[in-house]
């Protein structure tokens, strides 16, 4: 239950071109990247699917695609391969590059990095902090990694059965946690973290 609300606006049951409209303003970056693409498809196809939804002609949308590839860490080529031609780093570069495509105001990104190795997780962290600071959209994180949260995030909420149980800025919750639930997911927290990602 409850409603979702963005810019002021109840989106919960928005649909047909409202939806639409708002779907160029909110992008999503999954868990799984090997399933989030369509393996029928060239990777340039489907991140230039949506500009061209949009109205995009189908040249530009391309041509954007190669830029956004670069941009995330790939040659522009990339385009001309199908997906399963990629490792899982790869490929959620390539949904990222997706995501971009339309020029978000928001991106959520649910447990983007989860699926990965660890030190893929580190360089694909590092990439959502680079695009942001580029394109300047803002990102909702969802993770069950505390390190992840405390890397990517200026303010967290604990959440636990849909139920907000915490919410306060990185400092906060991580040096004065006030929930007991909170406590003890600081305190299972694996040691390593990717602070220095954000020059912490």
Same mark, same amino acid.
């Given at each position: 239950?409850? =409603?979702?609300?963005? #810019?002021?606006? #109840?989106?919960?049951?928005?649909?047909?071109?409202?939806?639409?409209? &708002?779907? +160029?303003?909110?992008?999503?970056?999954?868990?799984?990247?090997?399933?989030?693409?369509?393996?029928?498809? &060239?990777?340039?196809?489907? %991140?230039?699917?949506?500009?061209? %939804?949009?109205? /995009?002609? +189908?040249?530009?949308?391309?041509?954007?695609?190669?830029?956004?590839?670069?941009?995330?860490?790939?040659?522009?080529?990339?385009?001309?391969?199908?997906?399963?031609?990629?490792?899982? $780093?790869?490929?959620?570069? %390539?949904?990222?590059?997706?995501?971009?495509?339309?020029?978000?105001?928001?991106?959520?990104?649910?447990?983007?990095?989860?699926?990965?190795?660890?030190?893929?997780?580190?360089?694909?962290?590092?990439?959502?902090?680079?695009?942001?600071?580029?394109? $300047?959209?803002?990102?909702?994180?969802? =993770?069950?990694?505390?390190?992840?949260?405390?890397?990517?995030?200026?303010?967290?909420?604990? /959440?636990?059965?849909?139920?907000?149980?915490?919410?306060?800025?990185?400092?906060?919750?991580?040096?004065?946690?006030?929930?007991?639930?909170?406590?003890?997911?600081?305190?299972?927290?694996?040691?390593?973290?990717?602070?220095?990602?954000?020059?912490?």
């Amino acid at each position: 239950s409850g =409603t979702i609300r963005y #810019n002021g606006h #109840n989106i919960t049951h928005l649909a047909g071109p409202d939806l639409q409209r &708002l779907r +160029k303003s909110i992008q999503v970056v999954l868990q799984d990247p090997y399933s989030a693409l369509n393996p029928r498809k &060239l990777v340039r196809a489907s %991140i230039a699917e949506g500009p061209i %939804i949009h109205g /995009m002609p +189908k040249k530009k949308a391309y041509a954007r695609a190669e830029e956004l590839l670069e941009l995330t860490g790939l040659s522009s080529t990339a385009g001309q391969r199908y997906p399963h031609e990629f490792s899982g $780093g790869q490929r959620q570069r %390539i949904c990222i590059a997706r995501a971009l495509a339309l020029e978000p105001e928001l991106l959520v990104a649910d447990e983007a990095v989860s699926a990965l190795d660890v030190s893929v997780q580190a360089q694909i962290l590092k990439l959502f902090a680079d695009m942001q600071n580029r394109f $300047g959209f803002a990102m909702l994180f969802i =993770t069950h990694d505390l390190r992840v949260a405390r890397a990517v995030c200026d303010d967290i909420i604990v /959440m636990k059965s849909g139920e907000v149980l915490e919410r306060g800025t990185v400092t906060s919750v991580f040096t004065h946690p006030s929930h007991d639930y909170t406590k003890a997911l600081l305190a299972a927290a694996p040691t390593s973290d990717f602070l220095a990602l954000r020059g912490k």
